[in-house]
């Protein structure tokens, strides 16, 4: 009745149907990769307008 594969076994099923990674991908997930630019463009951007306030006070 009960005869279902563990979740590991599962998981790795599902891995090796997968494709191989192209060269250069590192992000596997595109949420993580939306987050991870996302919040890269705003600390970049915090650091100009910090940079303008900064050299307007100086």
Do not use: N, T
Not at 24 to 37: D, L, Q, S, W, Y
């Amino acid at each position: 009745m009960f005869h279902r594969k563990s979740l590991e076994e599962r998981i790795a099923e599902r891995q090796a149907k997968l494709p191989p990674l192209k060269e250069g991908k590192h992000f596997e997930h595109g949420p993580a990769k939306f987050i991870f630019v996302a919040l890269l463009v705003v600390v970049v951007l915090m650091h100009f307008v910090g940079l303008a306030i900064v050299m307007h006070f100086y």
